[in-house]
């Protein structure tokens, strides 16, 4: 059975769907293809929205970039969203990027794009790992075997994606002819209902498949379609399927497996591993090498003092240790330590003592007090006043609020570094497959709180950009995951900017009070997830994750990521800095601002027992949460904040609302209903968190 035309809304031809399961390497080459970066990670989930490009001659083809799935029989929100995207651009290119070295999986998934009826062109990526693990695929074979363009690449590396861009323009892109053969009571199912409802015919083979698999989604809001027939063949499937020793699934799956099995028995071959770790050679310790020299050179030059006030002694140390133990062990040594309940728990200490001191001191100390007092205080500021004069226009610029002096000051010298060094490290930590690995090693602790390992994956993400997070968890299969994930994320995880300024504010706080801050954080994740967990209705699904090959991070790629993100900032938080200074500016100047002062001061000033001036970081806290954490590090460098107050503050701050963009996507996500409710329980969480801790250390008397 052939698809014969536009199932749901159709495509004119031009458009190019990139589709592969997750991890293998699809956005690398939209990148490529279109000269639009988008994430590139190392690990799953992590293209939560749909990209858009253009390539060929003039930039006439649209290239999207779809999420990645195991199965066009959805079980997540992103296997659905790339399934309804295939039916609604019917007579686009699918262009399937296959992991090479999971050959089998990819083919899964091949026989199931087929029975669309769609064109396509089959991409091998990762060759070169394929190789290493024995896998040789003669891919002009499985071309003939497939009756379709098989293409070798190697994406990060740019060999083979001149072959799929021209293979695109040439518009080379076929039909395959392989097709799976069903047991007789399936065939003969697929011809009943097809004959029953004619309009089915428009889905292709997998369109029926579908329905008597019990999947109707496809379906919904196609007015084609006789919704009462519909109904009723599901209805006659379910009873029919009763009677039955498995389910019709169970025989599709097996029936494919079948076809798979064969078609790499005759196109595949695999090898003895080939243990490339094994081979001798300065690159595998050109890592620690070069971080050896950069240390020996900085201790030299600035001595140790002087670094351990940075926040780079011992840290470039315990980092060229780290790098060099990880290249003596060799990746399969070390892929096991990180999956040890007992030394994945300290790789991952060693991996957080890290981070802090490069973004919480080295970025959020160093970096930022060179380019506030160097840039800003020395240079900007005074010239700003300087051609402004006095007046209103001084005020606006260069004021107490000024657009300069409070939103550029804030987003460019206290934010931005910060931020750059956090994607750096970040980037560095995605690109090696860690996190992944991290989920496993998670897994029975997020079971604590009603979700499973995956959802690691969003809560990490979260440490870069919790509107991201929430996209991404759309990874998770229940609707209960993900209510109960983004819960979570909206209560108690900072964004990295906000992260980075955290840093650098418990830099001037106690260890005890640091420990303090992070057990009642920690305490209100794990509690508030576990009563969501046991009382929220749904399910929780199977933990189910491929883990990708741990790799050397490349250069290029973190380059490419932390300039992009680096960007993203600029462009697009930078913006909210300026409106909420000129937001504080106007409640200033029309005396507004005090009355906001006083309205919440039974808040701030009463419960939490804080200033009055944290009522206005608080406020513009919720169009940006690193622009009211940079706010809480102002008042500190001002001196009104005691010890006391920084920890309560710090609590309260990474409790607080999620910020105005992150509310914007959870509506978007999950929907004003559950959106609002979240949004008023972490607010009020975070209020009456602060207020016991400040009632707390009063009544014990305590002072950090």
Request: aromatic content about 8%; hydrophobic content about 50%.
């Amino acid at each position: 059975m052939k698809a014969t035309g536009n199932a749901k809304e159709g495509g004119d031809g031009k458009v190019v769907l990139l589709v592969g399961n997750p991890n293998v390497g699809k956005s690398v080459i939209f990148a490529y293809l279109t000269g639009r970066y988008t994430v590139v990670s190392n690990y799953p989930g992590t293209t939560v929205e749909i990209a858009r490009g253009h390539t060929g001659p003039g930039h006439q083809i649209e290239v999207i970039d779809t999420p990645g799935v195991n199965s066009l029989f959805p079980a997540s929100e992103d296997e659905k969203v790339t399934r309804d995207l295939i039916y609604k651009y019917r007579n686009a290119v699918i262009v399937q990027v296959a992991d090479a070295k999971n050959i089998d999986r990819s083919l899964l998934l091949t026989t199931q794009l087929a029975e669309t009826g769609c064109r396509m062109i089959l991409v091998l990526n990762m060759m070169d790992e394929a190789r290493q693990r024995g896998v040789e695929i003669d891919a002009a074979r499985l071309a003939s075997i497939l009756g379709i363009e098989v293409i070798e690449a190697v994406a990060v590396e740019k060999r083979g994606l001149s072959r799929i861009a021209g293979a695109i323009a040439a518009d080379s892109a076929r039909v395959p002819s392989v097709e799976v053969v069903y047991p007789d009571l399936i065939e003969k199912k697929v011809l009943d209902v097809a004959g029953i409802e004619p309009g089915l015919e428009r889905y292709g083979k997998l369109g029926v498949l579908s329905l008597i698999a019990g999947d109707r989604g496809l379906f919904d809001g196609d007015d084609s379609l006789e919704v009462k027939t519909i109904e009723a063949l599901a209805s006659a499937i379910s009873d029919e399927e009763k009677k039955l020793a498995s389910p019709f699934s169970y025989h599709m799956a097996a029936a494919r497996r079948r076809m798979v099995n064969d078609i790499t028995s005759r196109s595949v071959k695999r090898k003895a591993l080939i243990e490339a770790e094994s081979r001798p050679g300065p690159r595998r310790y050109a890592a620690a090498g070069s971080i050896l020299i950069l240390t020996a050179a900085l201790i030299a030059a600035l001595g140790t003092r002087s670094l351990a006030q940075a926040g780079l002694f011992p840290s470039l140390p315990v980092l060229f240790a780290l790098v060099l133990c990880i290249s003596i062990a060799g990746v399969r040594r070390i892929d096991r330590w990180t999956l040890h309940p007992v030394y994945g728990v300290l790789f991952l200490a060693a991996i957080v003592y890290l981070v802090y001191n490069f973004v919480g001191v080295f970025a959020a100390g160093t970096l930022v007090d060179f380019i506030q007092t160097g840039l800003f205080d020395r240079l900007l500021i005074p010239a700003v006043e300087k051609v402004s004069g006095d007046g209103f226009v001084r005020d606006l610029l260069a004021g107490d609020y000024g657009l300069v002096s409070m939103g550029l000051s804030y987003s460019i010298s206290i934010v931005l570094p910060i931020v750059v060094v956090f994607f750096l490290v970040f980037g560095m930590l995605e690109d090696t497959g860690y996190f992944p690995r991290l989920t496993v090693l998670t897994n029975k602790l997020f079971r604590m709180v009603g979700v499973n390992g995956k959802a690691t994956l969003p809560v990490v993400l979260g440490f870069g950009c919790v509107t991201m997070a929430i996209l991404a968890s759309r990874i998770l299969e229940t609707k209960k995951e993900r209510i109960i994930v983004i819960t979570l994320l909206s209560l108690a995880i900072p964004c990295s900017a906000q992260l980075g300024v955290t840093m650098s504010l418990m830099s001037a706080i106690s260890i005890p009070a640091v420990l303090t801050i992070m057990l009642i954080i920690v305490s209100e994740f794990l509690i508030v997830g576990s009563l969501l967990g046991r009382y929220l209705k749904g399910r929780t699904s199977d933990f189910i994750l491929e883990l990708p090959p741990l790799r050397v991070p490349r250069v290029s790629n973190i380059a490419l990521k932390t300039g992009a993100r680096a960007r993203w900032f600029l462009v697009e938080a930078v913006p909210y800095f300026l409106a909420a200074t000129l937001l504080i500016f106007t409640l200033d100047r029309t005396g507004a601002l005090g009355a906001v002062h006083r309205a919440v001061e039974p808040v701030t000033n009463g419960i939490l027992g804080l200033p009055v001036e944290t009522a206005s970081v608080f406020i513009v806290g919720f169009f940006r949460r690193d622009y009211g954490a940079a706010g809480l590090y102002r008042l500190w460098q001002s001196g009104l904040l005691t010890g006391n107050q920084i920890v309560v503050a710090l609590t309260v701050m990474s409790l607080f609302l999620p910020c105005l963009a992150s509310l914007i996507v959870m509506v978007k996500e999950i929907g004003i209903r559950y959106a609002m409710i979240i949004f008023f329980f972490v607010m009020a969480m975070s209020i009456a968190t602060g207020g016991l801790l400040n009632l707390f250390l009063g009544i014990l008397g305590l002072a950090f």
